[in-house]
């Protein structure tokens, strides 16, 4: 069992940035691909990010590209999602996930994550 812990989700105004962070202590972190999903109240989870074992793919939901950065870094067992002009609608409760880099396919998918963290909330304010 893979134990991934989430941090760096708080209040923060829409038009603001936060970066979360994902570790995963005493892992072979560098062996995983790594996702984000976030789940708003009343509606489904949805993907916002993933990104290979290496960091050489990386992938984004319409609605993020272009204010969302994920990174990692395998050294220091952790994988980050600086998140940049927030708006309300990014209201969500995100996850962190990972899957053996052999299984990282479908990186947009859920079903393809087998370790999920407990989330961390962030909330922008209009």
């Known amino acids: 069992q893979v134990q991934l812990v989430e941090s760096g989700g708080r209040l923060v105004q829409a038009g603001g940035s936060l970066r979360l962070s994902c570790a995963a202590p005493?892992?072979?972190?560098?062996?995983?691909?790594m996702g984000w999903f976030r789940q708003a109240p009343g509606k489904e989870r949805e993907f916002v990010a993933a990104i290979s074992w290496n960091g050489g793919g990386s992938y984004y939901a319409n609605s993020v590209k272009g204010r969302f950065t994920i990174s990692r870094d395998n050294a220091e067992n952790s994988v980050y999602l600086q998140m940049n002009s927030l708006k309300p609608e990014d209201t969500a409760v995100y996850y962190c996930?990972?899957?053996?880099?052999?299984?990282?396919?479908?990186?947009?998918?859920?079903?393809?994550?087998?370790?999920w963290g407990q989330g961390t909330q962030v909330t922008a304010s209009s």
């Open positions: 996930a990972a899957t053996f880099a052999t299984n990282f396919k479908a990186p947009r998918e859920g079903a393809t994550y087998d370790h």
């Open positions: 005493g892992r072979t972190f560098s062996s995983y691909g």
